[in-house]
């Protein structure tokens, strides 16, 4: 599974930004897709991810202001991002948990995106 992200920029403070990830490859099923980021010095750590049913989670840092969705029918994910502020800055990785031909999920991801937030 091929995972590639795009969207990332630099933006204002109380700016807006929409990431997007696309999944692909051959005859595999999508159980979980998501967003993670990780800023200079510190651990990568989980934004929003969405699951097979529509449920979703949210870092507590981003809920109310970033909106995560999927187009199952691309194996697509989005991240939009509302009211942006600089302790957002980091560089954002989509992740994908899929299985192939057996049950075993595996996770991919892709090859990160910078988003800056300064003024």
């Known amino acids: 599974v091929q995972v590639v992200e795009s969207g990332g920029g630099l933006v204002q403070p109380g700016g807006s930004l929409r990431l997007s990830c696309v999944a692909s490859?051959?005859?595999?099923?999508?159980?979980?897709m998501g967003w993670y980021r990780q800023a200079p010095g510190k651990q990568r750590d989980m934004v929003a991810r969405i699951i097979n049913g529509g449920n979703t989670n949210y870092a507590d840092s981003v809920k109310g202001r970033f909106t995560i969705s999927r187009d199952n029918a691309k194996n697509l994910v989005y991240l939009q991002m509302n009211s942006l502020k600089p302790e957002d800055t980091a560089v954002y990785y989509c992740?994908?948990?899929?299985?192939?031909?057996?049950?075993?999920?595996?996770?991919?991801w892709g090859q990160g995106t910078q988003v800056t937030v300064s003024s």
């Open positions: 992740y994908v948990e899929a299985s192939a031909s057996s049950p075993v999920r595996y996770g991919y």
């Open positions: 490859g051959r005859d595999f099923n999508i159980h979980v």
